[in-house]
């Protein structure tokens, strides 16, 4: 696979359906799950682009999904050489290209080990399925490939311990990922405590920024970056604006979506409210701040596949629209 | 490690002889008191505001008149005298998290400092002070929570005090959030400049279990950003959504406990946590039945020391100068993965006949019998669920130092798990 130019060079600002008037901000995306189809891509990507989209999160987890994987199943999907992938995915970033959409990130499958899990599966999750992820980020010029860290502390029994694991996975990609020119994004996650979700991976704010410093100092480049899940945090009761703050620059990428603080439900911002007042129980005020705290000019991506399982299917293109619309409020509060 | 237990939701502090009374007899000899019932958030929410409607008053509110907090606390520190219970820890009223008044921080001032007297009188060495929070802009917690404690230090100093911040939730339209002192190693630094400020140890921190699993955080990490200056810890279980205070176990979602008390637990082993281990159930108690408290009770203390003897496991391995363990399973397979370097057994025992004379984790299989030589001292560690039915069985072969080992909250596990043994019903 081709090397990608330098970041800088081509993450050029673009603008948001309304002729870029939010200059901070490079653009707004969304997930490609359940638009952007196989059987033809560019309709899926010419429908972001008409919604307001500028950019798209390239669902790449959707071909070896978790359901399967914690059943300790996998499909042949990555089975396919690099060349193969680029074939299979070229129709996609023609698409994109036509369709003036960018992808800015792309999720690769996770979790990347299982707890218990056979061990030729874990093999070819950490050494077939996680390079060939990073190529095919490469393949469409994408940037940020965001990963899950390993939920291994309750079995290692601690934090760091798990670190250790999941630093040590990194590493087994950070040299083709810097060859490639793509940063690896970690990801605040959760765990689980009977049904009540809790800290999981990566939701200390300071250890993380640690981390992802000592580790691109060892490679000399951008090899690790941050995903701010801002659904994942407000399960966790993370102070978004503390969070942000404390990762500055190695934000690169947002999973934007909402929720009632109980579930992972990955739903429109502003949705929920918890008191009489119906005023948001998120905080997207704190979130606002912490994205202008520190001058955030990436793109504000939407990770809300799941609002198009619950919206009719006909209102598809308007549910979209309309979280383009908030991602154009958000843009305007940041360049405000 | 002492253990106490709250007065709220038991104890009625105009009439305190029964829950006194009810907690003496099941066991506990140290309370926990919020100084919250003679002032309650909501009092305080509505303090010099007219009365609305019949507001009862025969008594004077001590949000109006703080120095009434000693007259009204006086019958309570009796009662508490009289049945041998000492308050050993308490907290200084506080304003609810949705609260709306930013203009009481003086009022506040002076009612933990009552607080503080009180606590003097009463010979109770910790209070618990929560951090100002209301009207405080984003950046000026630090300093105005500074001055806030330090206002506080000789007063404390005089009557021997130790003063404990606490971790708070911020209320964010209804949904509770991490807050003040939540990430611990902002809290640690905030006691430690306090502590170089006065030049001696006046403050300490006290670690509220049910803020935690609100704000769904890492206690284990918590607990070692703190260390040492963890004085405290308000034991109380919640479904990690809505405000509660229940008897730690009894929040469960198909059979799994909603707050991690696994990395509470190795929280506090890793920081040798001796302090004060205070059970606040005021939400189960005031559900049960006034008939029903005295076993509700009982349950509370027993569930409060097994807690604690979870913390302090290693002290009951190394009380024997050599263990022996009964069960081969995966109870015995994680001691040895945990304990058995440090206290390595000299072989294990099984009912199973087929095991005996086999090797499992290291460890020769002896029948039972084996356990009627053992060296002096030695004890019998049980690790096998079936407890009660072993330690019987170990009692008609004349074994002593019968002890029991347990692998709920191990400092780490296996990937995997050995199969069910015994699926023909025997033990072992």
Known sequence: MAKSDEKGKTEAKEGMGSAGKFSDI????????????????AAGFRMLKAAGFSCADFSLNYYLTNVSLYRSQRNDFFDRSEQELERYFTPHRQGAREAGIRIHQMHMPYPIYIPNGRKELNE????????KSVAVSAFFDCYYLVVHGFKLARNLGSEEAEWEWTERFLHSIAPIAKEMGVTICIENLYSNAGGHLVEGPCCNGKKAAERIDRINDQYGAEVLGFCFDTGHANLVGLDFEEFITT?????????????????????????FTKTRENTASTDWEGFVRGLRAIRFDKVLSFETAPVLDSFPG??????????????????????? | MNISISTIGIVNANIPGQGTQDIANAGFDKVFLEFGVFCSPYELEEAGMPAKGERQSDRISVADEPSEMGPQSARMLRMCQEKRLRVSIARAPYLPRDTKRTDLQELLARLQEESIRCCGEAGCNYLVVRPLFAGISAGQEWEKNRVYYLRLAALAREHQVMILLENQCRFVN???????????ET?????DRLNQEVKEERFGFCMDVGVCNLCGQDMHAFAR??????????????????????????????????????????G?????????????????????????????????????????????????????????????????RNYMKCYGEKYPPLFTCDNNPKLWGTSFCGLEVRPPEALKELPDGCGVLICNIYYREIEKQLRELDVKNIGFFNDEYMPSFHFDRLKEAGSDGEIG
């Not at chain 1, 006909?314 to 405000?336: N, T």
């Not at chain 2, 209804?174 to 611990?184: M, N, Q, T």
């Not at chain 2, 809290?187 to 006691?191: F, G, I, S, Y």
Request: net charge negative; glycine share 10%.
């Open chain 1, 26 to 41: 490079l653009g707004l995306g969304v997930q490609t799950k359940n638009v952007v189809e196989d059987e033809n891509p």
């Open chain 2, 187 to 191: 809290a640690a630094e905030w006691v």
């Open chain 2, 268 to 332: 506090l082993r890793d920081i040798g946590f001796d302090g004060e281990l205070a059970l606040d159930l005021s939400g189960t108690a005031s559900g049960f039945s006034p008939l029903l408290r005295p076993q509700l009770l009982t349950l509370a203390k027993a569930v409060a020391e097994y807690i604690r003897w979870q913390v302090e496991i290693e002290t009951q391995l190394g009380k024997y100068p050599s263990v022996v363990l009964f069960g081969a399973g995966n109870m015995c």
């Open chain 2, 225 to 266: 950003a703190l260390g040492k200056r963890i004085k405290a810890v308000v034991l109380r279980d919640c479904d990690g959504h809505r405000e509660n205070s229940l008897l730690p176990f009894l929040c469960t979602y198909q059979g799994q406990p909603q707050t991690d008390w696994l990395n509470l637990i190795r």
């Open chain 2, 174 to 184: 209804g949904h509770l959030i991490r807050g003040i002192c939540s990430d611990g």
């Open chain 1, 124 to 131: 070819y999750l950490w050494k077939v399925v996680a390079p």
């Open chain 1, 247 to 271: 990762l500055g620059q190695r934000l690169k990428v947002l999973h934007i979506h909402d929720n009632d603080g109980v579930g992972d439900l990955h739903q429109i911002p502003f949705t």
């Open chain 1, 314 to 336: 006909e209102m598809k293109s308007e549910a979209l629209a309309f979280i383009a619309r908030i991602g154009e409020w958000f843009s305007r509060q940041l360049s405000s």
